[in-house]
Structure formats: C-alpha cells, structure tokens
C-alpha cells in the first residue's frame, strides 16, 4: 500500500508567516477604511441551504457548477457560499428590524469550484461593503472612492471600468429583440477582453444569428446615453475621482443579480490581469425575500484579497517589504525578571516585542536579522547592574545605549 502523502486540495493553500503578515496588512487596511466611511462589521454563515446560494440562477449557470455542495446528516442539500452578497441578502431578510440605510461589512472566507490562476484560488477571501436602503448614483460612487482610497493606501493605482447593465440589456435587445433572455448572453459578453472577436460570435451564434451578434458587438464601440450613467459621471467627478475610472459599456459582471451601475477594479501596471475588486448594484434580491411589499435598494462592493496578495507579491523585491510583525527582541541572559518588566513595559507602550531566553546572542542575531526583526537587546547581569541596555539596529548595525525601563527613550529610538 502506497505511504499516504499529506498535500493540500488544487486550489487551496496553506500561508507562512509572511505571507499571512502581508495578508493581515491588506485586511487591516482594508478594515480601517471600512471603518472611515462609517460601514459596521457582521458575519454571515459560511455553510447554507443550496436553495438560498442558488437562488436567481438556473441549474446549467456557471456559478450553480463551482458551488461545492454538501449534504447534512438529515440529507438536506447544503452548500458553501460563493460569495458574500447572496448570505448579506439572506441575513437583511431574517433580520427586518434592522434601521435602514443599513452599512455593513464583512471579510470572510469563500469559496468556488472553478478554474486556479494566478490571483484565483477555489478557497479564498472576499473582503466586502454593502449599503441597503438607499438607491442613487452618489452612493455607488461613494463605493468607488472608497475602492480607490483602499488601493491607493496599499499601494496599488487603480482603473475603475464601470458600466450599467441597463444600457447593457438594452444593447442585447436592441441586437436582437425585446424580451431576450440576456441571463444567457451577459456571460458571454463578460469574456470579451478575454478571448478573441471571432470566438465571441461564435458563441454568441448559440442564441442569435451571427448577424446579430455582430451587431451586439459593435454597438459597445457608441452606446446610447443613459441619464444613470451620466449621473454617475458627474458624482465621481465631484468626488475627485473621475481619473482613475473608465466608462465600459461592455463590462458584463456574470453574476445575474446586478440591476444597474457594476464596476470592476484593475491594477494600471497590469502586474496580474484578474480584477481586484468589483461591485454594483443589486435592488431586487433582498426585495423580492422580504416580500413585505416595501423596497430594499442595495449597493456592494467585494475586494479579492488574493489578487490583491498576488499584485503585492509581484512588486515585492524581498523579505524588507514584508510589513513587520516584531519591533524588538529581548533577549534574556539568566535575568527573566528584570526581561520580562522590560517586555510588559514596551509592550503596555504599544511596542511589539519577543522574548527570548539563555540563547547565544550570536544566534538571536541571525534569527533576528532572518525574520526581518529590525532591533535586538541583550539583557545580562551587566545591563542590570547598571541600569541600562544597548539597543542595536539591525539594518545599520548602529548600537545605542538607554535607560533599561526609559520606556519613551526606548520608543524614540524604535522609530
């Protein structure tokens, strides 16, 4: 019998530290920006009916394939949620006593049974802001600057393509009729800047002719002007924003919940192709659940925390990059006590410190200079006695002497 070896599933991954450090500074980021433009944290179930992550799409739509399903011990069919948007729907409709306009957030693991790229795993977070009970273009584009202040805090120029699935059903109607079922072709349109013209009208030509397919295409080149789109234009501008986004009348968003406004978010150096971060507006699904007969307009906005990860990968050129989870490490040489009300007293003074003990100080050296730890103290006999430490810098090899417990001091020379 061949020895089990212990790997991980195509699509999942396990992280190191700096990897997960650098993951933690995206999320923190992302977390505090969240915070500023006043949306609250919630938490939705990871594990759901089948019924309510399939709801809205048919039984052959791409996203009812990558669904991982699942069966409980009663046999009911469940499945792990694909995104955040159908369980925030899910959590408006079993909690109606919420105040409207409700702004929360939410960063959560997900997960689709699809196809592995770079920047594309099938176990993955979304980190995600959405705003109920409010409709309007001023609203969206403030989710656009909130996306553009994010990226550009983690380093990252944005471009913003939006569109408005209006102007696009109207286009698909207008190819080829009123009343076309456009749940079939918006993802077929979602693949034009991925595969060729001649591939495009090929499959188009499975639910129209090839005139008409052509003639789809060719109307994203002039599309008419929608009063949604011009007052979402007019919002960005006012928001000082309009330079970092890009009218696409083609941009499709597969999802089939999308009502109007969608975007999706690129990095300008192109370091991955996948987008980083999408969003739209969704009025009908929480509607259409509460069914109390009142309105719950809905707008979201969802980052991709591993292709965000992969961008920030490709820009790093080594370990110095990686954000530190250490300021200092104290090293204890058979005085614990004195180490340890060092430790306390830095760390009561926000300052990150790991301890070591009874190590050879030139093997805490190279520890520390391998994790990327920027300062080393020897704490002795010596140093106790005389009330003070040496604080060495481990990039300049510059060696400064303070006050043992001169916590401020300390801080001053962390800096």
């Known amino acids: ?36 433009f006043g949306f609250a944290p919630i938490e939705t179930a990871m594990v759901n009916y089948l019924e309510v992550l399939a709801y809205k799409y048919d039984a052959d739509a791409e996203i009812m394939r990558e669904i991982y399903k699942i069966k409980d011990q009663g046999e009911r069919d469940l499945g792990l949620r ?39 795993l099938r176990e993955f977070y979304q980190c995600d802001v959405d705003i109920v009970g409010t409709s309007g273009q001023v609203v969206e584009a403030e989710l656009i600057a909130l996306a553009v202040k994010s990226f550009l805090d983690l380093g990252i120029e944005p471009v913003i393509k939006y ?19 456009a749940t079939k072709i918006i993802p077929i349109i979602d693949k034009i800047e991925k595969v060729s013209k001649e591939e495009l009208v090929k499959e188009l030509q499975k639910h129209m002719s090839k005139a008409a397919a052509e003639k789809l295409l060719t109307s994203f080149e002039k599309p008419p002007v929608h009063e949604e789109v011009t007052s979402l234009q007019n919002a960005l501008k006012a928001l000082g924003i309009d330079q970092y ?12 919940y999308y009502t ?28 259409e659940w509460v069914g109390n007969g009142q309105n719950y307009p809905a707008v979201g906005l969802s980052f991709g925390l591993e292709p965000i990860m992969a961008v920030l990968n490709a820009s790093r050129e080594n370990m110095q990059d990686v954000p530190k989870i250490v300021d200092i490490l104290v090293l204890s040489m058979n005085t614990l006590k004195e180490s340890h009300k060092l430790a306390m007293g830095l760390r009561d003074a926000g300052i990150k410190v790991l301890t070591m003990t009874d190590v050879k100080p ?13 300062f080393v103290t020897v704490v002795g006999e010596r140093e106790c006695a005389d009330w003070k430490i040496k604080i060495k810098n481990m990039k300049s090899g510059e060696e400064k002497e303070v006050g043992m417990y ?10």
Not at 13 to 32: F, G, M, S
Not at 167 to 181: H, P, Q, S, T, Y
Not at 406 to 415: N, P, S, T
């Open 362 to 374: 030139s093997k805490v050296f190279e520890y520390a200079d391998k994790e990327n730890i920027p």
């Open 406 to 415: 001169d916590f401020a001091v300390i801080a001053e020379v962390l800096k």
């Open 1 to 36: 019998m061949e020895k089990f070896k212990p790997t991980n599933i195509k699509g999942a991954a396990d992280t190191l530290p700096e990897v997960q450090i650098l993951r933690n500074h995206v999320t923190d980021t992302l977390r505090k920006n969240f915070e500023a």
């Open 163 to 181: 569109g408005n699935r209006k102007v696009l059903i109207g286009l698909i109607e207008a190819a080829i009729g009123k009343g076309a079922d």
């Open 245 to 256: 986004c890009v009218y696409s009348p083609s941009l499709a968003r597969g999802l089939n």
């Open 82 to 120: 694909f995104d955040l948007t159908i369980p925030f729907a899910k959590f408006i409709a079993t909690n109606r006593n919420l105040k409207m306009p409700f702004r929360r957030y939410e960063i959560g693991r997900v997960w689709r049974n699809g196809p592995v790229k770079a920047g594309r």
């Open 260 to 287: 109007s406004t969608i975007w999706e978010v690129f990095d300008k150096k192109q370091r991955i192709t996948s987008s980083l971060s999408g969003g739209g507006r969704y009025d009908n699904i929480i509607t």
